[in-house]
């Protein structure tokens, strides 16, 4: 069992590595921050924002692809050139950070 739950750890750590690594690819990381706002708010305080509602990452997924504004404030995000699945693992990334 703890081999297992090893194994799971190492695997959850290497996904959230996975989309912090696509989120710099994909120039996330020139508006957004782990946890200070920048242009736009931090990692942090969407995932706290979102937590616990069930089509959060299917919202955020949208967001991230078809962009929008005035949610945080009157700067806009401008529609983001990322695959579906990107977007939702981008999503799932965002609403994992602490």
């Known amino acids: 069992m703890k081999k297992v739950l090893m194994l799971l750890a190492v695997g959850l750590v290497s996904v959230s590595f996975a989309s912090q690594q696509l989120a710099q690819q994909k120039g996330c990381m020139a508006c957004h921050d782990m946890k200070a706002k920048k242009v736009g708010p931090s990692y942090a305080d969407i995932a706290k924002r979102y937590a616990g509602k069930a089509d959060a990452v299917d919202y955020l997924a949208g967001k991230i692809k078809k962009g929008g504004a005035g949610v945080w404030g009157s700067v806009p995000m401008p529609p983001q050139n990322v695959t579906d699945a ?4 981008l ?4 609403l ?3």
Not at 91 to 94: L, M, N, S
């Open 91 to 94: 999503a799932q990334w965002i």
């Open 96 to 98: 994992s950070v602490k």
């Open 86 to 89: 990107e977007a939702k693992q």
